[in-house]
């Protein structure tokens, strides 16, 4: 069972990377990645909203929605559970951990409405997942995405430097990097044979 | 009104109502064989009440929490952050608007003209949210010390990098022969958040006065330092940094300082010392007579007062006391001693010195465009003479 849950972690983490290889959470990815401080600041509170929304809708799924057939419901649920989650979340670090909610609460209005943080749930309803596997999900989906920030960020660090053609300036050539980090991503895919 | 309203969506309720009916099957004939296409009436009686209940339960949720963990914010903070211009440029020290709002109000140490892009109006502002004292602070604006653009200075190679300054001067110090110089790209244009900096034809940067705030983004963008902060009302600068010797600035710059001194000389107040190869003013002692300007050889002293205004002797009030006559630079005042002095307008230079001394403050600066102030004086002049 320990050895299905770090392979799922390392999947999600690496093979199926949600920006490198699902081409998810794409916003996001763009915007905070001009600056490495941002990136980080995103990666943290992504991963840790990422496991406490997967772990809060693995339970709601588990034992409502399934014993009452609601599972045509999971978007719509999963969304408010997320949304309510963040909101308290927001309320609590503002009283709790001021400093730490004038550094990280500005992403977190952010990832509200995130695919990445939705998909996560979603996936896991539908490989009808048990709990730990649905945090290692979580929590390697979290820190893929991290990666692909802190990836990101240090290369356009170094992009503002450099001479690009005028039409390719700004987001395009980050298109075009993206597309190349994908291809190397793709290297993974025959790490783990099942 | 309200009748109507509440009828349409009765009815529309009902509308729907009918057709969700229409596809139920009754309960007792579901039993778990349910025809395709149809739902059970127990699900849709179980997803109203699971949504509904969910919905409750977050609801008090939030409730809850937003009561027990409810921060107390000073309506003075938001009220001095809705003064604030909102620009998020870090001019005060603190992070962003937000932050000095709060230090502001928080912090009775922290002053309250901080704020560089508000200048006065905001301070006192902010003075009277927080009812502190507002002081009068000298505005201050970017002044660039550099006037060797593309046409007036050389290079040393030509740079076909990134266009950048931080760039370029990695590439041994840049491509302009004077080190102290402005290198031309526009770093200082892209940096001020405010849109003040303008590149001119010949490749410097022109703050336009009206737009700087002195937030010092330029400054600390500029690689080469060209660009200082300085009091707005000390209008004329040494636009210059080089400290090369004066035959190796005149090689690289043709408006360069040459260290020569006659700045020096010509100075009334002792205002200007050499130091390094390059004449510096002391603002504290500096009256922004202009006289070091006219006097540059190279032109490398820059007065910001597009038009100065002239001297103007009321001839009512003198009554002949020649210390103007003495005091006057460039003798552009002659009468004979307790007779009317005149000024000669075209040699006056608007430096000022004589009006402060007239014992019978006889003497005024009108503004040479003001063209009312200048007839009144003119017409008395000549009603006099005649």
């Given at each position: 069972?320990w ?18 290889s ?19 600041g ?36 999963f969304?408010g ?14 009283k ?99 | ?12 309720l ?47 949720a ?59 109006a ?7 949210i ?62 001020c ?18 737009k ?17 902060l ?41 205002a200007?010392k ?27 002293i820059?007065?910001y007062i ?20 003495k ?60």
């Open positions: 069972m050895q299905h849950v770090l392979t799922i972690f390392i999947a999600s983490a690496l093979i199926n990377n949600f920006v490198f699902r081409y998810l959470g794409l916003c996001i990815f763009f915007g905070v990645t001009k600056k490495m401080e941002t990136s980080i995103m990666s943290f509170t992504f991963t840790t909203v990422m496991l406490i929304s997967a772990s809060l809708n693995w339970l709601i799924y588990n034992y409502v929605m399934v014993p009452y057939h609601l599972g045509f419901l999971k978007i719509v649920i969304i559970v997320i949304a309510a989650f963040v909101q308290a979340a927001d309320t609590i670090m503002k709790v951990a001021p400093a730490l909610y004038y550094k990280l609460g500005i992403y977190l209005a952010l990832i509200v409405t995130n695919c990445v943080i939705l998909a996560v749930p979603l996936l896991n309803a539908d490989e009808n997942y048990s709990l730990f596997e649905s945090m290692a999900m979580a929590v390697g989906s979290g820190l893929g995405f991290s990666l692909a920030l802190i990836i990101m960020a240090s290369i356009r660090e170094k992009l503002e430097l450099a001479d690009v053609p005028r039409s390719f300036q700004g987001l395009p050539i980050s298109f075009v990097l993206t597309g190349l980090i994908a291809l190397a991503f793709l290297g993974f895919s025959g790490m783990i044979t099942l | 009104m309200y009748e109507q309203l509440i009828s349409i969506l009765i009815q529309t009902t509308h729907a109502l009918n057709i969700v009916a229409n596809k139920l099957v009754p309960l007792a004939e579901a039993g778990g064989s349910a025809a395709a296409g149809t739902v059970p009436a127990s699900t849709v009686y179980v997803t109203l009440i699971v949504l509904a209940g969910l919905g409750v339960v977050f609801g008090v939030l409730a809850i929490v937003a009561a027990r963990f409810v921060v107390k914010v000073d309506p003075k903070v938001e009220q001095v952050r809705e003064t604030l211009p909102g620009a998020n440029c870090g001019a005060c020290g603190f992070a962003g608007c937000m932050g000095y709002a709060e230090a502001v109000v928080g912090n009775p140490d922290v002053a309250v003209h901080m704020c560089a892009p508000g200048k006065a905001v301070a006192e502002k902010i003075a009277v927080t009812g502190k004292k507002a002081e009068k602070v000298e505005p201050k604006i970017a002044r660039v010390f550099c006037q060797g653009g593309t046409s007036l200075s050389q290079r040393k190679f030509i740079y076909t990098g990134v266009k950048d300054c931080t760039a370029a001067v990695l590439a041994a110090g840049g491509d302009k022969s004077c080190e102290y110089g402005c290198l031309g790209y526009g770093t200082c244009m892209r940096a958040p405010f849109g003040a900096i303008t590149m001119s034809g010949d490749n410097l940067p022109i703050i336009n006065p009206d700087c705030t002195a937030c010092g983004k330029c400054v600390a963008a500029c690689p080469k330092q060209v660009i200082e300085a009091q707005m009302s000390k209008a004329v600068v040494i636009s210059c940094h080089s400290r090369d010797k004066g035959i190796d600035v005149k090689k690289k710059c043709q408006v360069g300082c040459i260290a020569c001194g006659i700045c020096v000389r010509t100075c009334p107040v002792d200007i050499l130091e390094n190869n390059l004449a510096r003013i002391d603002h504290g002692k500096c009256i922004v007579c202009g006289l070091c300007v006219k006097k540059c050889p190279t032109s490398a820059y007065d597009p038009v100065r205004s002239k001297a103007f002797i009321d001839p009512a009030k003198c009554v002949g006391i020649d210390v103007c006559e005091v006057c630079p460039v003798n552009a005042i002659s009468g004979a001693v307790r007779e009317v002095h005149r000024v000669d307008q075209s040699k006056c230079i608007g430096c000022g010195m004589c009006a402060p001394r007239c014992p019978k403050k006889a003497i005024d600066m009108v503004q040479a465009s003001s063209g009312a102030g200048r007839q009144k004086h003119v017409k008395a002049q000549e009603s006099v003479r005649a």
